[in-house]
């Protein structure tokens, strides 16, 4: 007998298996118990919030979806859908359309966390849904026309931003929960350089401009992508990242180049207005948790946002981070200065650089009451 049955008058919250939605709730919703499990679905409970979590195995899909109402699962519980998956949103926001008087108890939120800009059409037509209550987003948006401007302030209530997000989604989906907790000292002999993963778009990207400023101080231990990299980067993403842990603990100092384009200012308003969304990959996690000391090259906004949970970043000994001459002082010092200047510098702020592992893990594991309650409340 399918135990979906023991599901009668509860509050429960459906998404996929291995779906961003589910690596994001998983940063928002700690401790879950495991409840039971079908070839269709695993069924989790939080204590703590009185409610259960069904991962759907499978990507929710119409077909899903409709034996989900099926098994009455809707007709006698509270249940609010999260969802990054554009096929069934659009086909979910329908349902509720046509069947908002049969089921009223039926809510869903739509989750968008990636490294990738983010517009009113890209990576979801908004302008086709109606029913959605949130809208968690780790990218600003780009607002670039009259009907984005409208649409975008018609639903500015339902819209959460938060670049943050980021972290605890490619904290857990990329497996870095799998490291040991706490602090990791790297005792291994350094060299007295910085490393660099010198991918670029190629000579008209102004990431390329950056990484030729810092190959000229002659202190780079420089890893190229070569062509098997790029073969086995296509088909075998996630195991890409890898070799980070390795890479990131080489050399006493890191550069690192966030995704999004930082602009001709580091200057968040400068560069808002180009219009550009700001967002966190996984190469800002990667610098977190790792102790080198990393100098990570990123949109002045998401800096600040970082600061504010209480990450060090080694930008911070350059002056203020607020142009681009912060960067032209980095390279500056590593040009003119001695090894033994260096070695100093290492040892300095080694212990800070050291700690960022803890805050994220304090962060990830902390509550995240707002976004909880911003789903609970259609839970009631």
């Not at 401009?209 to 075998?236: A, G, H, M």
């Not at 977190?288 to 911070?316: A, H, M, Q, R, W």
Request: proline share 2%; net charge positive; aromatic share 18%.
């Amino acid at each position: 007998m399918d135990n979906i049955g023991i599901l009668k008058n509860k509050k429960i919250i459906i998404t996929n298996t291995c779906n961003d939605s589910h690596f994001w709730l998983g940063g928002i919703i700690h401790n879950t118990e495991p409840i039971f499990d079908t070839d269709l679905y695993y069924v989790y409970f939080s204590g703590e919030y009185d409610l259960y979590i069904l991962y759907l195995k499978q990507h929710i899909s119409v077909k899903i979806f409709e034996s989900l109402v099926i098994l009455n699962l809707f007709k006698y519980n509270k249940v609010h859908l999260v969802l990054d998956n554009w096929s069934i949103i659009q086909a979910i926001d329908t349902f509720i359309e046509l069947n908002k008087n049969q089921y009223s108890n039926i809510s869903y939120s739509i989750l968008s966390v990636s490294s990738e800009n983010f517009t009113l059409t890209n990576p979801y037509d908004l302008t086709k849904l109606n029913h959605f209550e949130n809208l968690f987003l780790s990218n600003t948006p780009q607002i670039n026309c009259e009907i984005s401007t409208n649409w975008f302030s018609k639903y500015q209530n339902k819209i959460h931003i938060d670049p943050l997000y980021a972290l605890f989604v490619f904290y857990f989906k990329l497996g870095f929960s799998y490291f040991q907790k706490g602090l990791v000292d790297s005792n291994k002999e350094r060299l007295n350089k910085i490393f660099l993963y010198s991918k670029n778009y190629g000579e008209h990207t102004e990431r390329f401009s950056y990484i030729e400023k810092i190959l000229k101080t002659n202190r780079v231990i420089e890893k190229k992508f070569n062509s098997e990299d790029k073969f086995w980067f296509k088909i075998n993403y996630n195991n890409f990242h890898v070799p980070f842990f390795q890479d990131y603990t080489r050399c006493n100092f890191n550069l690192i180049n966030e995704t999004c384009n930082i602009g001709t200012s580091i200057n968040y308003e400068e560069t808002a207005k180009k219009n550009q969304s700001f967002f966190i990959s996984e190469k800002t996690v990667k610098g977190l948790l790792v102790p080198t000391p990393s100098y990570i090259l990123l949109p002045y906004g998401i800096y600040l946002k970082l600061k504010e949970v209480g990450f060090y970043l080694l930008n911070d000994e350059f002056g203020e981070y607020n142009d681009i001459k912060n960067y032209d002082r980095f390279c500056e010092y590593f040009t003119k200065s001695s090894d033994t200047e260096l070695q100093k510098l290492f040892n300095r702020v080694y212990k800070k650089s050291r700690d960022n592992k803890l805050i994220l893990e304090k962060y990830i594991y902390s509550k995240k009451n707002k976004e909880f309650n911003l789903i609970n409340n259609y839970l009631q």
